[in-house]
């Protein structure tokens, strides 16, 4: 059990807005910022959101970012059938010491 | 281009070793802390260790602390894990990626990863 909850799976249709929950606590989300990775199968991890809401150099400006206290949301605009793929938050985690990974939202599209 | 590449993974036995290593191009290797991410079949994320630049520093998770060892060769632009008294739940595609240091999951970019399967 992560201790950052993300939703095991989420869906929508062409062209919808989804977005996607990552819960955590003071320890993490609460006083450190989220990141957010993108996996298709079989394939390595790609950093989608770093600093809460900051998208690296490629990544469209569909993906979206927010934190608000010790929950986190990955937003998705103009959902296309390429971004299905399983979702990851990240936090450092100040009582761990280290970085904790949400158990990952397989992203559907419909 | 930014590369990193994994390469050591296998089947061992429980209680047996295996030493997995990244090799790295594409950047100045020695200015970089780097990490360890695993995921085990068809489960999530879990990061195992880094490596400071230098070498001076190392963490783990709690879980591989005394059995997996970190370090790398900044002459040879590689970063090594060393996987001892390996158990049947550290079964997993092990990735190595590039760390931007400090308290923060900031990973990028990833190597392809190598599997490492535990078993009798």
């Known amino acids: 059990q992560s201790l950052l909850t993300q939703p095991p799976s989420a869906s929508g249709t062409p062209g919808q807005r989804v977005t996607i929950s990552c819960s955590g606590s003071?320890?993490?989300?609460?006083?450190?910022?989220v990141y957010w990775y993108q996996q298709f199968p079989g394939t390595a991890p790609k950093l989608l959101i770093y600093?809460?809401?900051l998208r690296p150099p490629g990544v469209p400006d569909r993906f979206s970012g927010s934190k608000s206290g010790t929950s986190a949301s990955l937003a998705i605009s103009g959902l296309r059938s390429e971004d299905e793929a399983d979702y990851y938050c990240?936090?450092?985690?100040?009582?761990?010491?280290?970085?904790?990974f949400g158990g990952g939202t397989k992203l559907t599209v419909l | 281009e930014v590369q990193l590449v994994e390469s050591g993974g296998g089947l061992v036995q429980p209680g047996g070793s295996l030493r997995l290593s990244c090799e790295a191009s594409?950047?100045?290797?020695?200015?970089?802390?780097m990490s360890w991410v695993r995921q085990a079949p068809g489960k999530g994320l879990e990061w195992v260790a880094n490596i400071k630049e230098d070498g001076s520093e190392k963490y783990y998770v709690d879980s591989v602390k005394g059995r997996f060892t970190i370090s790398r060769d900044n002459a040879k632009n590689s970063l090594y894990l060393q996987l001892n008294s390996l158990r049947a739940e550290d079964t997993a595609v092990y990735y190595c990626?590039?760390?931007?240091?400090?308290?923060?999951?900031?990973?990028?970019?990833w190597g392809q990863g190598t599997l490492v399967t535990v078993s009798s």
């Open positions: 003071s320890s993490n989300i609460g006083n450190n910022y």
């Open positions: 990240a936090a450092w985690d100040d009582s761990l010491s280290g970085p904790l």
């Open positions: 594409g950047f100045i290797f020695s200015t970089y802390w």
């Open positions: 600093s809460n809401n």
């Open positions: 990626a590039r760390d931007h240091g400090g308290p923060s999951p900031w990973f990028d970019p």
